[in-house]
């Protein structure tokens, strides 16, 4: 499929090694966040998300981050495989919003081997 | 489950035609939400509906309309298509939960306005 990640942050990571992706919000009346993964040809899949009473949470090879005070989300991926290349996006919902999120531009992830 | 389905995955149009996009979910979601994507750029919300009946502008409604007849369908209208439509549309939907918003995503359908 066409790739979505024209023009995009490129982060070029190898094989094995730790991943950080970095995002930054916009609105400090938000009050979740969610990662999605995005392959070629493909819709968004979810990867984590976070409330804002939280600064960290961890799944399965993924944590994400939170920092208020400087309102920025990262989410990291351990041990990154060949699977992990995709381009990923970091969302946020306001607090007086029921389900509307806004998505960030996102960050395409290359695993080189 | 099937999930989020999209029909047609590929679409060309002419100038000035109209088509609808056909989003269907069989999870029961009260939530359904349109999005487009164009290179370089994030996910912008067109259209989104928070239960049968019940629709919203996003932030990029003009040009588009929607219905929410029932619970599973959310079709996605373009009412005379313009080249600046050209893009890739995907439908999403979730489930009314405290602190869980996790939007499910259809394939997409790809779109060229010519």
């Known amino acids: 499929g066409e790739s979505v990640g024209l023009h995009l942050p490129t982060l070029s990571v190898q094989e094995g090694d730790n991943s950080i992706i970095n995002c930054a919000y916009s609105?400090?009346?938000?009050?979740?966040f969610i990662w999605y993964k995005q392959e070629s040809g493909k819709g968004p899949q979810f990867i984590i998300d976070i409330r804002s009473n939280m600064d960290k949470r961890q799944g399965q090879r993924v944590t994400v981050l939170l920092n208020k005070t400087v309102k920025h989300l990262s989410l990291q991926i351990a041990a990154t495989q060949p699977g992990d290349s995709a381009v990923y996006f970091c969302a946020e919902k306001e607090s007086d919003s029921w389900g509307k999120l806004q998505f960030g531009a996102g960050t395409q992830v290359v695993v080189t081997p | 489950n099937a999930g989020v389905t999209q029909t047609p995955k590929f679409q060309v149009l002419k100038t000035g035609q109209s088509m609808t996009l056909q989003c269907a979910q069989d999870?029961?979601?009260?939530?359904m939400s349109w999005y487009r994507q164009d290179p370089g750029m994030g996910l912008r919300l067109i259209h989104y509906s928070v239960g049968a009946g019940i629709t919203d502008q996003g932030e990029v409604p003009n040009g588009y309309n929607v219905s929410r007849s029932t619970t599973e369908d959310f079709p996605l209208r373009l009412l005379s298509a313009a080249p600046s439509q050209t893009s890739v549309y995907f439908c999403a939907s979730s489930r009314q939960a405290l602190f869980s918003y996790e939007q499910y995503f259809g394939p997409g359908t790809r779109l060229t306005v010519t």
């Open positions: 609105n400090s009346a938000s009050d979740y």
């Open positions: 999870m029961n979601h009260e939530y």
